[in-house]
């Protein structure tokens, strides 16, 4: 079956940098997205991979590595909007997106 | 910013009553999703369309119809809504291009009684 893992929940400190983690096991692979849910709205797109290596964007960068089946969201500078949920998403072989739960993002002054 | 709308933003209703949630975008885009979220949770497909006449199943179709009779309109239909069916709803579109970044609505909160 097709599988996105990445953690439950965590607590950084504004200012700080945190590093969210997401492991995929999909049938084919193309392309990575994170994106943004603050609680009760909608997600917003934040980035896309379809190649090894760090994408950089501002204050948020994400990384992926398709052997290992893995990416990293990294966000510096923390604010206190950061805090929010943040959802990794792997599309397949057949073009859909497979959603990991995401990552509840709790930033602390 | 998105121009992708939903309506109702949040209805509560009674078992066994019909109901559609709208969806509309401006956008232009062909592809347009309908999503299952509950608190939590991760998003699960309902439907999905790439145009005009096409429609397609997701992982949790069997109890609600779709149609897109017009590109920007993509309205979901449950037919007997069921305490079950209680959770957000959201609706989403693309460009169709292979970056896949969706665009979505702000989403129908139903509560069913």
């Known amino acids: 079956g097709q599988n996105i893992d990445q953690p439950t929940e965590m607590t950084a400190t504004e200012g700080a940098i945190v590093q969210i983690n997401c492991t995929y096991q999909?049938?084919?692979?193309?392309?990575l997205f994170w994106y943004q849910q603050h609680a009760g709205e909608a997600p917003t797109f934040l980035s896309y991979?379809?190649l090894d290596g760090l994408e950089e964007k501002g204050r948020f960068s994400s990384f992926l590595s398709r052997s290992k089946g893995y990416s990293y969201l990294l966000l510096k500078e923390l604010q206190m909007k950061d805090s929010a949920s943040y959802l990794c998403a792997v599309m397949d072989s057949n073009y859909q997106l497979i959603w990991g739960a995401g990552t509840k993002l709790i930033i602390k002054p | 910013e998105a121009d992708i709308y939903q309506t109702p933003r949040y209805l509560v209703i009674g078992t066994g009553k019909k109901i559609t949630l709208e969806c509309s975008q401006t956008?232009?885009?062909?592809?347009m999703y309908w999503y299952q979220q509950d608190p939590g949770m991760e998003l699960h497909l309902i439907h999905y369309?790439?145009?005009?006449?096409?429609?397609e199943k997701g992982d949790l179709s069997s109890e609600s119809t779709v149609s897109r009779i017009r590109t920007e309109h993509f309205p979901l239909t449950l037919e007997s809504a069921r305490p079950s069916h209680t959770s957000q709803y959201l609706c989403?579109?693309?460009?169709?291009?292979?970056?896949?970044?969706?665009?979505f609505g702000e989403g129908s909160r139903l509560t069913v009684l």
């Open positions: 999909t049938s084919g692979f193309n392309g």
């Open positions: 989403a579109s693309s460009r169709g291009d292979d970056t896949g970044e969706l665009f």
């Open positions: 369309s790439y145009g005009v006449n096409s429609t």
């Open positions: 956008m232009g885009h062909d592809k």
């Open positions: 991979n379809v």
